[in-house]
């Protein structure tokens, strides 16, 4: 018998090689020879295109509408334009359409509304050579039996081929361990998905299906999906089941939870597919989307979303202006009016399971950012300086109290590095390890017979420490730092010759506690109030000093975001 019905031996190799499905077409010429139905086969064999996974609709041709994404509800048709040849339009087109490496972040792509995919269920390695061992089991015995009763035989032969069409996937895998398997028999259709994009990844991903009986169910990572990585690792990863949402009436419903849904998964590139422009791979800023942002978008075929983004300054740098409550009434002598600017570099935003955890103890990541920063105060002029004592016995100059070199620097940079970072996406809280590493300097008055002479001090401070980060709101929160440094004079310093005596290193533990508020969609405009101590570490100095700051951030320039902060 032929192959392929209506098509000679040539035309089905080219065509399935085009199309990548020999294997499947062999296959299926097999079961066929074993009593199964086309159809049935049919729905056994997708394969993965560029895009998305094979659909229950195989022949249909599926349209791909484009659109640019500037932010909520500011999308346009790709060409808006088209069909008009007048010189404005022309411009407009130029304009709108131009998508040079500062602006055009790159393409996320959804399927078709109500395009149907197939559930996925993880077997365990014990699972698939159970089933494997059972298949295997009956054909031995068949092999062994071959003068075994007709009626016997063509049971066991019925139960073998059943069984491989039941576990048709989980015979097919060459290995026994753990995975993920396709369930032909277990279909959904595509309505939603929500997308935040956090830190340099997908943090949450939120997709919406609906069942045959139009209930929706959610389902959503447990772990965010790098960016930079996302070609590379985004087909592998699966979304679990969240909650369900059931239709009880016309326009009213109710979430639950579907118990037939727990043990079922979707595979990410069925819903979602990012594409990177060439040039511009590098991480965005943090954005919310929700696609197909108005139903007709997808409705005749996939939607392609264009994300556009401006990439001033301001979006990157974080500048505070903030004076000390302390020194204005008069209770210390810390900078009366400070400014401080930070900017934040991604380094390796790759999410991992909490120490390979199969379970939801959220992600950790290593190395995934470094944050340079300078900070400038200003002093009043009677407190500007650190001050020195003559010691009569030596006649050396020593510093009165050696933790004024660190209260009274005017001048501080350096960077943080964050070392590890813990999360869960479900918990409004992240926990952080740092290393800091800062250049300082400070001055101070030498009291001479005749004179009073000034000099700079420099030193370098290094440690490290650990950052709580928690939100009540998306736009009210806390932070909460403890740190272990130390200040490096001696090295720093060549007052010796001029018997002037420096502190070799000093030890600082410092805590800081940090309140913020800023209005919804403008994170860069925020006030807030902080808390700092300074404590000598050990027990040969009990000296300390405190900063209470309050202040404004603020950005340079006005700021456009696209989508939702």
């Known amino acids: 018998m032929p192959l392929r019905s209506g098509l000679g031996l040539k035309s089905f190799i080219q065509i399935a090689i085009f199309k990548f499905r020999i294997y499947p077409i062999l296959f299926k010429t097999f079961y066929s020879f074993c009593g199964i139905s086309e159809q049935e086969i049919d729905e056994w064999f997708g394969y993965k295109s560029d895009v998305f996974s094979k659909t229950a609709k195989k022949d249909e041709e599926v349209d791909t509408n484009v659109y640019m994404y500037f932010g909520k509800n500011k999308v346009l048709e790709e060409d808006i334009f088209k069909g008009k040849n007048d010189e404005t339009s022309q411009i ?137 990585f996302f070609s590379s690792f985004g087909t592998r990863k699966m979304m679990n089941y969240k909650s369900s949402v059931r239709k009880v009436s016309y326009d009213a419903y109710r979430e639950y939870t579907d118990e037939k849904m727990k043990d079922l998964f979707i595979s990410l590139s069925d819903v979602m597919s990012y594409n990177y422009k060439v040039g511009n791979h590098y991480i965005p800023h943090d954005i919310a989307l929700e696609l197909p942002t108005k139903p007709e978008e997808n409705e005749k075929g996939n939607a392609v979303y264009q994300i556009k983004q401006e990439t001033y300054l301001e979006k990157i740098l974080e500048l505070r202006a903030y004076t000390d409550f302390l020194t204005l009434f008069g209770d210390s002598q810390n900078g009366l009016a400070q400014v401080e600017g930070r900017a934040k570099f991604y380094l390796f935003p790759y999410p991992f399971r909490f120490f390979g955890s199969k379970k939801t103890l959220g992600q950790i990541e290593y190395f995934p ?197």
């Open 92 to 228: 407009l087109r130029s304009v709108i359409n131009n998508k040079g490496e500062k602006s055009y972040f790159g393409d996320i792509i959804v399927p078709k509304n109500k395009e149907e995919f197939y559930f996925y269920k993880y077997f365990k390695s014990k699972e698939i050579r159970a089933a494997k061992n059972e298949v295997k089991t009956k054909q031995i015995f068949l092999d062994k039996n071959k003068n075994l009763d007709v009626n016997r035989r063509k049971i066991i032969e019925d139960s073998i081929t059943e069984l491989k069409k039941i576990n048709h996937f989980v015979l097919e895998k060459k290995y026994d361990c753990g995975d993920y398997i396709l369930q032909p028999e277990l279909r959904y259709k595509f309505k939603k998905l929500d997308v935040e994009i956090k830190d340099g990844y997908f943090c949450d991903i939120r997709v919406f299906v609906e069942d045959g009986e139009g209930n929706e169910h959610i389902f959503t990572n447990q772990i965010g999906i790098s960016i930079l």
């Open 369 to 565: 950012a470094v944050s340079p920063s300078v900070n400038y105060s200003r002093f009043e002029k009677d407190s500007r300086y650190v001050q020195t004592k003559l010691d009569s016995t030596n006649t050396n100059y020593e510093v009165k109290n050696d933790i004024d070199l660190v209260e009274k620097r005017y001048l501080v940079m350096g960077l943080d590095l964050e070392i590890l970072k813990w999360q869960n996406k479900n918990a409004p809280v992240s926990l952080s390890l740092y290393g800091l590493l800062n250049y300082n300097i400070s001055e101070m008055n030498i009291h001479t017979v005749s004179d009073t002479i000034t000099k700079s001090v420099k030193a370098m401070g290094f440690g490290g420490g650990l950052h709580l980060s928690t939100k009540r709101f998306n736009n009210f929160g806390f932070d909460y730092k403890a740190e272990f440094s130390w200040y490096d004079f001696q090295n720093f310093n060549t007052y010796q010759s001029e018997k002037i005596m420096l502190p070799p290193i000093i030890p600082i533990f410092r805590n800081e506690v940090e309140v913020f508020y800023h209005p919804n969609g403008s994170p860069n405009q925020a006030i807030f109030a902080r808390l700092i101590t300074y404590n000598y570490l050990g027990s040969s100095n009990n000296q300390a000093f405190y900063q209470f700051q309050f202040g404004y951030k603020f950005a340079i320039g006005n700021r456009t975001v696209s989508g939702k902060d």
